[in-house]
């Protein structure tokens, strides 16, 4: 099911936050991911342990979760939500060579938490980049997407790869 018109845009064209006091309480799932592509050499300080700052996988994974949780302080109009659950992962991807980050949000809901994952990534990845621009600022962030959804009036989707 696919809808053109713009949700948060009113007849006469004012942002607004869309009333979801009507729609259906369901499980609701979003998965989204991310790059940061870097120099070997700093995939390799990473990996090993051997960063100023500490510990830059487990940094940038709670700041992504605390992302998610902050999200409608961040993006205007999105709603205040209750999460059952954030995960963020980050694996290496050598052939980048970088890292990639997959963020997972869900909850019981009204509204749908595309928006809290992708948050969590971007932030994630933002991360990554502040742990270790001391010896790589030529880092790309990039390919920030949402993968696929569940739950909802709209029903499932899945990005086509």
């Known amino acids: ?5 713009l949700t948060h845009i009113s007849d006469d064209g004012s942002a607004h936050m869309v009333d979801v006091g009507d729609k259906d309480v369901t499980k609701r799932e979003a998965e989204a991911r991310g790059t940061v592509t870097m120099a070997q050499a700093t995939l390799d300080a990473i990996l090993a342990g051997n960063m100023k700052k500490g510990d830059v996988i487990g940094t940038a994974r709670l700041a992504g979760i605390m992302a998610a949780k902050k999200t409608h302080d961040l993006i ?3 709603h205040a939500l209750s999460l059952s659950s954030v995960e963020v992962e980050i694996t290496p991807a050598p052939e980048l060579p ?4 997959i963020a997972k949000a869900r909850l019981n809901a009204q509204t749908g938490v595309e928006m809290e994952a992708l948050t969590a990534v ?3 990845c933002l991360t990554l980049y502040d742990m270790a621009k001391a010896i790589d600022k030529g880092k790309i962030i990039g390919d920030i997407s949402l993968q696929k959804k569940s739950g909802g009036r709209s029903g499932d989707w899945q990005a086509e790869r």
């Open 98 to 101: 970088g890292l990639e980050v």
């Open 1 to 5: 099911m696919t809808d053109d018109t």
């Open 122 to 124: 971007s932030v994630a």
């Open 76 to 78: 205007p109009l999105c």
